[in-house]
């Protein structure tokens, strides 16, 4: 009898909390969220991180919040959705923050500088550097809030009609490239273009640009470039580590619940992790492809770097002695990347100079 009672109290235990969870989720109100993205749909790593993001809240939610993505175009441009955010268009958008330059270069710190961190270094910084105090203070006048939401990591320099052999090659060329790249390429004469993915490949294929660049193979290839222009150039020093991020209406993230607040960061550090992961993981093969189709790979020569990298420090000083938003984040900004410069030498760089080339030799 003893046994019977035991097991019938445990089962109504378990039926008990077995309809806890239902009933703790309908105790939370339904909350349904539009989600305005930059990128087309057909990049499924750069869009896909949204997907993530929406998939995630509302499997932790019971379906109760939701957010549901709208590819670039689909209900603002590309290049507007901080604009979309910030009226209340949408309550959030999932953009790279270098679009918006044009209103203030601050906006930069919150995607990448030019020969600035890579992505873990981006995130280090973000995390655990002092970087999201400092990006939130600057969002706060915009009445947004931003959340790390994807990473690309280093980047392709991009697809060039004709070969870049010295500083004077890049004077009048039509370039799309995104963010504060374009004004230092500027300085050495060349003429950027920002222009959203999914337009980029007709305006090269027109001619109304020159080259452009994008992120790396896997998308690159599924862009096209290579059928309109043969010269695959790298690095891609202009993004050492695109961090791409969550911004939500900051009115809108006030009225949520403090469970869907942390779920929807939660969501955002998973989507972080697995843009990066996965273009890690299909790169490589891409790239193999686009050689065997034509594509002719090359670095961009010294002389270039040296240039490129000239301009940029002297944009970022003049910037800061003119803008006290800029000023106020590029100065620990610098610090944080000059600390990280030397841990990294001394142990990741060391390794991976010496692992790759090692196994390049087996």
Known sequence: MKRRSFLTS???????????????????????????????????TIYGAADTIA??????????????????????????????????????????SYYYVGKDPTFTFDATVPFGLNARQQNAWIYNGGGMALLREFFDGYGVMNFPAGNTGVQMGGWFRKEIKTVEDLKGLKFRIGGFAGQVLAKLGTVPQQIAGGDIYPSLEKGTIDAAEWIGPYDDEKLGFNKVAKYYYYPGWWEGGLNVSLLVNKQQWEQLPKQYKAILEAACFEANLTMNAKYDAENPAALRRLVAGGAQLRPFPREVMEACYKAATELYDETAKTNPKFAKIYEPWKKFRDDEYLWFRVAENSFDNFAFTAGLKR
């Open 10 to 44: 445990a089962g109504v235990g378990v039926a008990a909390s077995t309809l806890a969870a239902p009933a703790i989720a309908q105790s939370q109100p339904e909350i349904h969220w539009r989600l305005a993205s930059s990128f087309p749909k057909s990049l499924d």
């Open 55 to 96: 998939a995630r809240i509302a499997a932790a939610t019971d379906g109760k919040f939701t957010i549901r993505p709208f590819a670039a175009g689909e209900i603002v441009p590309g290049l507007q959705v901080l604009d979309a955010v910030q009226n209340g268009t949408v309550e959030c958008g999932h953009t790279a």
